[in-house]
């Protein structure tokens, strides 16, 4: 058979007050633009020049969909239906973000892109049964549209075909709402509307436990600089918050509120996904970005709503299990405004 795969290209969302621009390499937020105080434009999200760049494999997951079951899954190892199944440990000793060739890597298919007042691109994936170790033919698809002036709306879903399977997808886009070149992320404050985090042990897999934030450096119930208590938490904040306490909207939950005070830009998140892993960039080190900026530690924050990690081995955190005749849907919405 001909191998009809689509090519990687570059897209863009655009409604006048907000810009976005995409790749359907991995469906990647390659570059966000919104205003600031003063009307000032400015790109938002860490990423890199070329589409060249992320084939590479030389952005940290920067902006990309991870799948087909995000974060850590400890040992690479679950049990489905009594089935034992085994994956890449391609973060020693755990299988993180799908694999080797996540759906990061993958290119998806462009099957609508739409202009005018609110402009949507939807992109498609089929991953295979046995692809990268897990079971089941799923179809994903990923439409981001551009809601209102500054809402930017990002809609998940999967389809598994004849076998049962498990989905856990994620958004993993690095904030800095100061401009992505603009140095670290420490000034900024946040709330997360959790009450409880899900500790970890030494390789960052959850230990089962779900743990009061209160008396903690994990207490974002109300807002905080980020920067106040990150050094009491090894190398910075890498942990999986549970979305229990925000108020709904259209069934959708507010998961959490970041601002830059230095260009008074707020993003407020939304979702219906029970939880949020709030990362500060721990790892990233002397990332080449765009524009010629050098991204180091904490140049950006990543807010990726997902189910809870290592959940298909941890019989109390919610079901990531997907089943014929069942969906999978995972919705973000992430609203900037100026405070």
């Given at each position: 058979?001909?191998?009809q795969?689509?090519k990687?290209?570059?897209?863009?969302?655009?409604?006048?007050?907000?810009?976005?621009?995409?790749?359907?390499?991995?469906?990647t937020?390659?570059s966000?633009?919104?205003?600031?105080?003063?009307?000032?434009?400015?790109?938002?999200?860490?990423?890199?020049?070329?589409?060249?760049?992320?084939?590479?494999?030389?952005?940290p997951?920067?902006?990309c969909?991870?799948?087909?079951v995000?974060?850590r899954i400890?040992?690479?190892?679950?049990?489905l239906?009594?089935v034992?199944?085994s994956?890449?440990?391609?973060?020693p000793p755990?299988?993180?973000?799908?694999?080797n060739v996540?759906?990061?890597?993958?290119?998806?298919?462009?099957v609508?892109?739409?202009k005018?007042?609110t402009?949507?691109?939807t992109f498609?994936?089929?991953s295979?049964?046995g692809?990268?170790?897990?079971?089941?033919d799923?179809t994903?698809t990923?439409?981001y549209?551009?809601?209102?002036?500054?809402?930017?709306?990002?809609d998940?879903?999967?389809?598994p075909?004849d076998?049962p399977?498990i989905?856990?997808?994620?958004?993993?886009?690095?904030?800095?709402?100061?401009?992505h070149?603009?140095?670290?992320?420490?000034d900024h404050?946040?709330?997360?509307?959790a009450?409880?985090v899900?500790p970890v042990?030494?390789?960052?897999?959850?230990?089962?436990?779900?743990?009061?934030?209160k008396?903690?450096?994990?207490?974002?119930?109300?807002?905080?600089?980020?920067?106040?208590n990150?050094?009491?938490?090894?190398?910075?904040?890498?942990?999986?918050y549970?979305l229990?306490?925000?108020?709904e909207?259209?069934?959708?939950r507010?998961?959490?509120?970041?601002r830059d005070?230095s260009s008074?830009?707020?993003?407020n998140?939304?979702?219906?996904?029970?939880?949020?892993?709030?990362?500060?960039?721990?790892?990233?080190?002397?990332?080449?970005?765009?524009?010629g900026?050098?991204?180091?530690k904490?140049?950006?924050?990543?807010l990726?709503?997902?189910?809870?990690?290592?959940?298909i081995?941890?019989?109390?955190?919610?079901?990531v299990?997907?089943?014929?005749?069942?969906?999978y849907?995972h919705?973000?919405?992430?609203?900037?405004?100026?405070?």
């Open positions: 058979m001909a191998d795969s689509p990687p290209e570059t897209f863009e969302l655009s409604n006048g007050s907000m810009k976005v621009l995409l790749t359907n390499l991995g469906c937020i390659i966000l633009s919104v205003p600031g105080k003063d009307g000032v434009l400015s790109d938002v999200v860490l990423g890199l020049d070329s589409v060249e760049s992320y084939q590479k494999g030389l952005a997951y920067f902006g969909i991870v799948g087909r995000a974060n400890k040992d690479g190892k679950f049990t239906d009594g034992q199944y994956l890449p440990l391609n973060k755990n299988s993180l973000h799908g694999g996540g759906f990061d890597k993958k290119v998806w298919e462009v609508e892109h739409k005018g007042e402009p949507s691109i498609k994936y089929h295979h049964d692809e990268e170790g897990y079971p089941g799923i994903i990923a439409t549209t551009l809601t209102s002036s500054t809402t930017l709306r990002l998940m879903e999967g389809v075909k076998k399977t989905v856990n997808l994620a958004q993993h886009t690095y904030w800095n709402l100061a401009g070149n603009s140095g670290n992320i420490l404050s946040i709330q997360i509307w009450n409880h899900i042990d030494q390789n960052t897999v959850p230990t089962g436990e779900i743990m009061s934030v008396d903690t450096p994990f207490d974002f119930t109300s807002e905080n600089r980020i920067g106040n990150i050094s009491e938490v090894g190398l910075g904040y890498d942990h999986n549970v229990d306490c925000g108020e909207k259209d069934g959708l507010h998961a959490a509120k970041v005070p008074s830009r707020v993003l998140l939304w979702t219906n996904a029970p939880g949020v892993q709030f990362y500060t960039a721990n790892y990233v080190n002397g990332v080449q970005g765009k524009g900026a050098i991204y180091g904490h140049a950006g924050l990543c990726e709503t997902q189910g809870f990690p290592n959940a081995n941890q019989p109390n955190f919610p079901s299990v997907v089943r014929p005749g069942e969906k849907e919705t973000m919405l992430f609203e900037f405004s100026l405070e």
